[in-house]
């Protein structure tokens, strides 16, 4: 069974970057069928995708955040990870690694994609 | 960018009711939609992908209908775990887009 983990500092200062990894076991990251990706939720408020990436390396950003974003992969240690530039107390938040799945395939191509399963989530808190 | 406006922000259901949450799109998202539950402290849980398919293992008393832009979760008759936020999430230009609801929150009457 699939499962991820976050894993990263749970304190960030003030204009640094927020560094989190997220780790893969039970199944493989190189899989061209999945895409991998970051959501946070602040507290007390809803879900806002981060960005997403495929094992290629090609990424996917919220253009809110894709001046401040970078998701990268490591298909050796089976982990990805998101690095967040120039972070502020807005940052705060509920961090989750999700992998996106598809709908259904048709030969080769894949369609439709929507997120299962989820990491447990790590809180990070911007504060000097 | 598709904006998905759920309602009502919270609704207030007696055990053994049926709780309807509504989804709306600002744009067709065809059948593209998914649903997630959220107890306090974890994560999201898929519920339904494809507007109507069910996740594994979810129960029967989930449902989802709808396509375009309006969308629909119902759950038949409520239990007591199934108290909680609930979130729609649109995929239909993904990639590079995809974006979620505000949530509703399921509460006790």
């Known amino acids: 069974q699939l499962q991820l983990q976050e894993s990263g500092p749970g304190l960030v200062k003030p204009s640094e970057t927020l560094s989190l990894t997220c780790t893969v076991s039970?199944?493989?990251?190189?899989?061209?069928?999945?895409?991998w990706g970051w959501i946070r939720q602040p507290p007390g408020k809803g879900l806002e995708w981060i960005g997403s990436?495929?094992?290629?390396?090609?990424?996917y950003y919220n253009p809110s955040l894709k001046s401040r974003v970078t998701i990268s992969v490591d298909t050796s240690k089976t982990q990805f990870s998101l690095k967040l530039s120039s972070v502020t107390a807005a940052d705060t938040a509920v961090y989750y690694c999700?992998?996106?799945?598809?709908?259904?395939?048709?030969?080769?191509?894949?369609?439709?994609?929507?997120?299962?399963?989820w990491g447990q989530g790590t809180l990070v808190t911007v504060s000097s | 960018e598709i904006v998905m406006t759920q309602s009502p922000a919270t609704l207030s259901v007696s055990p053994g009711e049926r709780a309807t949450l509504f989804c709306r799109a600002s744009?067709?998202?065809?059948?593209?939609l998914a649903w997630y539950q959220q107890k306090p402290g974890q994560a999201p849980r898929p519920l339904i992908y494809?507007?109507?398919t069910r996740a594994t293992g979810i129960p029967a008393r989930f449902s989802g209908s709808g396509s375009g832009t309006e969308f629909t979760l119902t759950i038949s008759s409520l239990q007591s775990e199934d108290f909680a936020v609930y979130y729609c999430?649109?995929?239909?230009?993904?990639?590079?887009?995809?974006?979620f609801g505000g949530g509703t929150k399921v509460e006790i009457k």
């Open positions: 999700a992998r996106q799945r598809p709908s259904y395939c048709s030969g080769t191509t894949c369609y439709s994609y929507w997120f299962d399963p």
């Open positions: 494809g507007a109507s």
């Open positions: 990436m495929y094992y290629s390396g090609s990424t």
């Open positions: 039970g199944g493989s990251i190189s899989s061209s069928s999945y895409y």
């Open positions: 999430q649109q995929y239909n230009n993904w990639p590079p887009f995809l974006t």
């Open positions: 744009q067709s998202v065809s059948s593209n």
